[in-house]
């Protein structure tokens, strides 16, 4: 059975925008100016697989519908178009099942900023129905293979680092143990110690319990590093799909000396410095 199965995935927002109206009698007719929809499609037309146990990983320009592709296979969007499964549960119908089975880290990782690391893990682990003195022990383990002080697992949220928030965000979402890690943007703003340290956790977590991963990221680096096959997409769509040594062959004249940032190129159009720069 496939992990994830995107089939024509479609998410469309509407931007509501004043224009005339030839029905207005005179400047001050309220008519004059009638609000009309024009449709923004976040994600368009999108069908990919993922396999059991693989590393998958999304790529794009800001803007390009990658963090909405999570949200949508999160349950935390509804598609529009297409259907979405994952480990055969439909996302829409079968929301809650979908929900046991996943878990996702976001950029924008979200904390009761007032309470300590283990307070805010503590929470988590009741609303996840854990056993309390289980979820502890498992939280310190995870946060020492990440480098994590112990002393800090007290101190309160906001008076730690960025990166020791990501780190806190990753271990909560790790315990459900999900047999589908949606990891978006996982190690952005971290400094390069504790990225390093978060890839090389992903990449254990994926050699000792098979767990299979999508990953959106903007670095490059970590993609090639971590992932068996890399999704591009660019205003909604997906681009292009294969391994990194298939997307280097199929579109860089040079494959042996290209790089992942040539192919993005090569695409989209777009220089990577300036698709991170679109925001």
Not at 165 to 194: N, V, Y
Not at 232 to 250: C, E, F, H, S, Y
Request: with cysteine.
């Amino acid at each position: 059975m496939k992990a994830l199965v995107c089939r024509g995935a479609s998410k469309v927002f509407y931007e509501a925008k004043p224009t005339p109206s030839n029905q207005a009698r005179s400047w001050w007719d309220p008519r004059r100016l009638i609000p009309k929809k024009r449709p923004i499609w976040a994600v368009r037309d999108v069908s990919f697989t993922v396999g059991t146990g693989e590393i998958f990983g999304i790529l794009g320009p800001n803007g390009s519908g990658k963090s909405t592709l999570i949200r949508l296979i999160a349950t935390l969007l509804l598609p529009d178009e297409g259907e979405l499964r994952v480990f055969g549960h439909n996302v829409v119908k079968e929301r809650m099942a979908v929900r046991r089975l996943i878990n996702r880290v976001s950029v924008e990782a979200a904390f009761f900023k007032k309470l300590s690391a283990w307070e805010n893990l503590h929470y988590a682990s009741r609303l996840y129905g854990l056993n309390p003195r289980w979820a502890y022990e498992h939280s310190r383990h995870i946060l020492q293979v990440f480098g994590f002080e112990e002393e800090n697992l007290h101190s309160p949220v906001e008076n730690l680092s960025r990166g020791m928030q990501q780190k806190i965000s990753i271990t909560r979402a790790l315990l459900t143990s999900p047999k589908l890690m949606l990891l978006d943007e996982p190690t952005t703003g971290l400094d390069p110690r504790s990225k390093a340290e978060v890839q090389k956790f992903v990449s254990q977590l994926h050699r000792a319990e098979q767990s299979t991963i999508l990953l959106t990221s903007h670095d490059l680096q970590e993609v090639e590093l971590l992932c068996d096959r890399v999704a591009i997409m660019n205003q909604g769509r997906v681009v292009a799909l294969d391994t990194v040594p298939g997307l280097k062959r199929r579109y860089t004249p040079h494959p042996e000396q290209a790089t992942l940032e040539d192919v993005f190129f090569a695409v989209t159009g777009t220089d990577w410095e300036e698709a991170l720069a679109d925001d």
